[in-house]
């Protein structure tokens, strides 16, 4: 049976710019990342522990990750509710997430 995914507030506003950001440079390029993103996500219906659990500090969280082009997207899996919360979306580039980034929805 699919989980259903759904996508909380920070990780589309964190979509969103990231898609304006590389829109500035390449629309095209920024089009194929939105594409990326759902699609990926998307395969977490089916295979919700595709990501790898996301450690902090040395410490497991109840959180995962997929790798997206340059972008983490950090989620967490509710099984008893058969759901996938996409959480956040961030650039590799960046320090790690706290796990109040993550908490936030």
């Known amino acids: 049976m699919a989980f259903e995914v759904i996508w ?3 990780a589309l506003r964190s979509m969103q710019i990231a898609c304006e950001s590389r829109s500035k440079i390449d629309p095209a390029a920024s089009v194929k990342l939105e594409e990326s993103l759902f699609a990926r996500t998307d395969e977490l219906a089916q295979f919700p ?3 790898s659990v996301y450690e902090r500090k040395g410490k497991v969280t109840r959180y995962r990750e997929v790798l997206v082009d340059d972008y983490r997207v950090f989620y967490e899996v509710n099984e008893n509710r058969q759901r996938v919360a ?3 979306i961030w ?3 960046r320090d790690e997430p706290t796990l109040d980034d993550l908490k936030a929805r």
Do not use: D, E, K, V
């Open 91 to 93: 650039h590799t580039s």
């Open 86 to 88: 996409i959480l956040l």
């Open 49 to 51: 522990y595709l990501g």
């Open 8 to 10: 909380f507030n920070p």
